[in-house]
């Protein structure tokens, strides 16, 4: 029948004469086996090629219990599997992605099915559960998307156990079962009805959300711990409102016995109008998530607690009340893009971040007197906000004409979003706070008082309307990203006084076409001005001394730009990918490239581009950081036979390191000069004759060469 093969593992390699299963016939399968410590063994994998498999009762004399990992995982030809009575154990994953399988017999006197055991198996029709099985672990059949009818009579379902299974439409569940996990039968779309038996003593909550097709869950009414009413699921007193079934339901009064909603009780049920009664002091986390048709929601002043995101993505929801009972709630409104109106009564005290996130047709707020936390980003991507009112009785915050500040209007807090045009920041305003202006998309320009000391991060990102800004040398910090995405921002003014840019400050500002940076700066930031695509040129002050990774990368109109001799340090990928980049000066000695090394060199796939460096200058070789390196030393000959005048020109050799790059320039005053180009050449093989006609109308004319 076989041959026993002995190796470390005890492996079994087993050829063994196997029943096809529905059709006469004898085949070939085979199996790989391990032995475990009882002497029974363990089928660790299918190999042979038949599609219909019996696992063997034995192989070689000793007992199959136990089919294991990876067994029949991502089988994509069996397509149907007998488990004799001698398994007792079907291990994680054992079935996983058998995409052909579609029946599965089980013998009695298997205990156990492991987690994610036939997940995916798509095509899966009919499998029995015996008597013998005390638990199914999670995820064990999610996604089997061909089950339409099952009969479980399990102790224990773990969370997810049939997730995803679409086309299940009848699940009759026997006295023997114990426990139902979380999620059990989530997203189950087919399924209509369910009855929970008697036996149940413990459900975890939710164990039907997004089941929406389920009209009603049904307790059997002898259960000690569960109750139903009119198909709406509850604890046995009828307190706690566990579940609501997904059944279209114009309006639903929850009933006066209860005192608390749970945890995503109405999850994806298509309820349009519902009031809680006053006996309701409790409202669980993402208890109305996701319910696409609810539009509006009645809460009364019994309620003291409302669990994170209880209305996260209702995208009909227009009406909010918040009572005074409630003094603290966490995104209570996060992404309900319908939400008109909202009321928030005296007695909250805290608005956690991100809290009205996404609710894109609200039109203004009211903060009470009793707030005293407002979180960050807790107006974000509100799109038509257009004021912020704040009671006048409030101890830590103010509001001027529909924008938020601290009390003292030191900090500007938020400028609505829905607001257009110019705004002038008040004086009295220090600091510019955390995306005070982010995506407001209808914000033309803003004028920065002389007392602003800080930007901070995000305070104008994705402003795409902003076409200027001029930022005081009062301001001692410009956070990340302040400026990041302003595709119309063309001119930047930076008074002198600034001392940093941060980093991602002006990244993706595809119109900004040139910017001086003022002799106070000492550091620009990682992806400062990055994905700048119009930027043509770049100077830098020499008072700054470092310059972050990927700070000018795919600044693809960039040309040419000077590195002062103050730079000491240089990011990694510094001008990556800005493909026009031919020329970079350099005027001092070689920086040292630090920050991320696996970010690529300084001048990653920057293949026009060449270094230039000073005589006198050190570290320096034929390349630097994935460009080539040239001296760049010309030099004027004046002591040339050829210098001077000649026909009506005044001429002169350019001597210097072979196709190095030159600027000739010219002015007819020293004392205060302003120098005129000429011409921009290169020394090919070291050397460049440069004349122009003689300049009767100026008595004095001096020349000077220069980078271009």
């Known amino acids: 029948m076989g041959t026993l093969q002995k190796n470390k593992k005890k492996t079994v390699l087993a050829l063994i004469a196997t029943l096809l299963l529905a059709a006469p016939g004898v085949v070939q399968a085979q199996f ?233 009780a109405f999850d994806r049920v298509y309820v349009t109008n519902v009031t809680i009664s006053t006996g309701v002091t409790s409202i669980g986390q993402w208890a109305f998530a996701n319910s696409s048709a609810l539009m509006s929601i009645t809460i009364p002043n019994t309620v003291t607690n409302i669990g994170p995101s209880p209305f996260q993505g209702c995208p009909s929801l227009i009406s909010v ?122 914000l033309a320009n803003a004028t920065v008082s002389q007392g602003v000391a800080s930007i901070e991060d995000f305070a104008f990102y994705g402003c795409s309307s902003l076409t200027s800004i001029t930022i005081p040398g009062s301001v001692a910090n410009i956070g990340e990203y302040a400026f990041q995405d302003c595709s119309r921002l063309t001119n930047v003014t930076i008074a002198k006084g600034v001392p940093n840019i941060g980093a991602y400050a002006f990244y993706g500002c595809n119109g900004l076409t040139s910017i001086t940076i003022p002799a106070s700066v000492t550091a620009i930031g990682q992806d400062a001005f990055a994905y700048c695509s119009a930027l043509a040129t770049v100077t830098i002050p020499a008072s700054v001394t470092a310059i972050g990774d990927y700070a000018y990368a795919w600044c693809g109109s960039l040309t040419n730009a000077t590195i002062p001799a103050s730079v000491t340090n240089i990011g990694y990928a510094l001008f990556a990918a800005s493909t026009a980049l031919t020329s970079v000066y350099f005027q001092g000695n070689a920086p040292a490239v630090v920050g991320n090394v696996y970010d690529g060199p300084a001048f990653y796939s920057d293949n026009s581009t060449t270094v230039y460096y000073l005589p006198s200058t050190t570290g320096w070789s034929n390349a630097f950081s994935g460009a080539p390196a040239l001296l760049w030393n010309p030099r004027i000959q004046a002591s040339a036979a050829n210098f001077g005048m000649r026909s009506n020109q005044f001429g002169f050799n350019i001597t210097g390191t072979a196709n190095i790059p030159v600027a000739v320039q010219a002015c007819t005053n020293l004392a205060n000069p302003v120098w005129m180009s000429l011409t921009n050449v290169t020394l090919t093989n070291g050397l460049f004759y440069f004349s122009e006609p003689f300049q009767a109308n100026t008595p004095d004319r001096y020349y000077r060469i220069s980078s271009p």
Do not use: H
């Open 32 to 264: 790989s086996c391990s032995t475990n410590a009882d002497g029974t063994l363990t089928i660790t994998q299918y190999t042979g090629a038949n599609k219909v498999v019996a696992i063997p009762t034995n192989i070689n004399g000793l007992t199959v219990s136990v089919i294991g990992y990876p067994g029949f995982y991502q089988n994509a030809s069996v397509t149907a599997v007998a488990i004799p009575s001698t398994i007792n154990n079907i291990a994680g994953s054992a079935f996983g992605y058998c995409t052909a399988l579609t029946n599965v017999t089980i013998d009695n006197g298997l205990t156990n099915i492991g987690e994610y055991a036939f997940f995916d198996c798509n095509q899966l029709l009919n499998i029995n559960f015996p008597s013998s099985l005390s638990a199914i672990g999670s995820d064990a059949f999610d996604y089997c998307g061909s089950l339409t009818s099952l009969t479980i009579d399990v102790p224990t379902l773990v969370q997810r156990a049939f997730y995803d299974c679409g086309t299940l439409t009848n699940v009759t569940l026997g006295n023997n079962v114990n426990s139902i996990g979380s999620g059990a039968f989530a997203n189950d779309g087919g399924l209509t009805k369910i009855t929970i038996p008697v036996s149940v003593t413990n459900i975890e909550s939710p164990p039907f959300i997004g089941c929406t097709s389920l009209t009603a869950i049904i307790v059997d009414s002898n259960n000690a711990f569960y109750s139903s009413l009119n198909g709406v699921f509850f604890d046995k007193n009828q307190t706690t409102l566990l579940e609501f079934p997904s059944q279209p339901t114009a309006n639903y009064a929850v009933p006066d016995t209860v005192t608390s909603i749970a945890y995503a």
């Open 321 to 442: 009340s918040i009572p005074s009972s409630v003094t603290n709630f966490g995104n209570v409104f996060y992404g309900c893009p319908s939400l008109t109106n909202v009321t928030i009564d005296n007695g909250v005290t805290s608005i956690v971040p991100d809290e009205f996130d996404g609710c894109t047709t609200l039109g203004s707020v009211t903060i009470p007197d009793s707030v005293t936390s407002i979180g960050a980003d807790a107006f974000e991507n509100c799109a038509s906000l257009t004021s912020i009112t704040v009671d006048s009785n409030n101890s830590d915050y103010s509001s001027v004409n529909g924008v938020l500040f601290d009390k003292r209007q030191t900090t500007l807090i938020q400028y609505p979003l829905g607001l257009g045009g110019g705004y002038a920041i008040p004086d009295t305003v220090t600091s510019i706070g955390q995306a005070a202006f982010a995506n407001c998309t209808g």
